[in-house]
Antibody, heavy 121, light 107 residues
Framework: EVQLVQSGAEVKKPGESLKISCKGS????????IGWVRQMPGKGLEWMGI????????RYSPSFQGQVTFSVDKSITTAYLQWSSLKASDTAMYYC??????????????WGQGTLVTVSS | DIQMTQSPSSLSASVGDRVTITCRAS??????LNWYQQKPGKAPKLLIY???SLQSGVPSRFSGSGSGTDFTLTISSLQPEDFATYHC?????????FGQGTKVEIK
């Protein structure tokens, strides 16, 4: 069974750093791109970008380029999303996701359960 | 970047109704269009990929159509468990943008 299991909720202050995780299991982790999606409170979904676990190649949305960093540790089948200096506007639910193969139209076929990040002074 | 526009932003419907949601892309995305269902407090779930392919396990009352710039998600007979928010997404070129979502509420 394919699973993406994310780390728990975080409460941080503005200016602090943060790294959240997403552990994949039940499939060949290095064969599928891992993506990150933001959902601010009461709002729609925003595609942040993707990373390929095999070579760490990344594609960031221009809206998030320079604001966050994607990384992976394929030895433990885990992807990461990190911030160096959080802002209150980073408060949101963050989902990791698996991009389907090309036969799946590059859709998102599996999602993590989400990590709620709250940034407040 | 490709912009995705969904309509309506919300709708009220009754159990058994036929419901149609549309999604328009700012440029041609051929058939790289996906639909997701999201219930409150839950992660989205893939319903339709490549405009019209039903994801495994999804009931056949859900269907998708369209190509180029205009797409439709249809629920043929709305069931109580279908009250949720529906999102379209283009996966033709990065950034893989989403529509703003359509909330389907009980009339």
């Amino acid at each position: 069974e394919v699973q993406l299991v994310q780390s728990g909720a975080e409460v941080k202050k503005p200016g602090e750093s943060l790294k959240i995780s997403c552990k994949g299991s039940g499939y060949s982790f290095t064969s599928y791109w891992i993506g990150w999606v933001r959902q601010m409170p009461g709002k729609g979904l925003e595609w942040m970008g993707i990373i390929h676990p095999d070579d760490s190649k990344t594609r960031y949305s221009p809206s998030f380029q320079g604001q966050v960093t994607f990384s992976v540790d394929k030895s433990i089948t885990t992807a990461y999303l990190q911030w160096s200096s959080l802002k209150a506007s980073d408060t949101a639910m963050y989902y990791c996701s698996r991009r389907a193969a090309l036969t799946g139209g590059n859709s998102i076929d599996f999602w993590g359960q989400g990590t709620l990040v709250t940034v407040s002074s | 970047d490709i912009q995705m526009t969904q309509s309506p932003s919300s709708l009220s419907a009754s159990v058994g109704d036929r419901v149609t949601i549309t999604c328009r892309a700012s440029q041609s995305i051929t058939t790289y269009l996906n639909w997701y269902q999201q219930k409150p407090g839950k992660a989205p779930k893939l319903l339709i990929y490549a405009a019209s392919s039903l994801q495994s396990g999804v009931p056949s009352r859900f269907s998708g159509s369209g190509s180029g710039t205009d797409f439709t998600l249809t629920i043929s007979s709305l069931q109580p468990e279908d009250f949720a928010t529906y999102h379209c997404q283009q996966s033709h070129s990065t950034p893989y943008s989403f529509g703003q979502g359509t909330k389907v509420e009980i009339k």
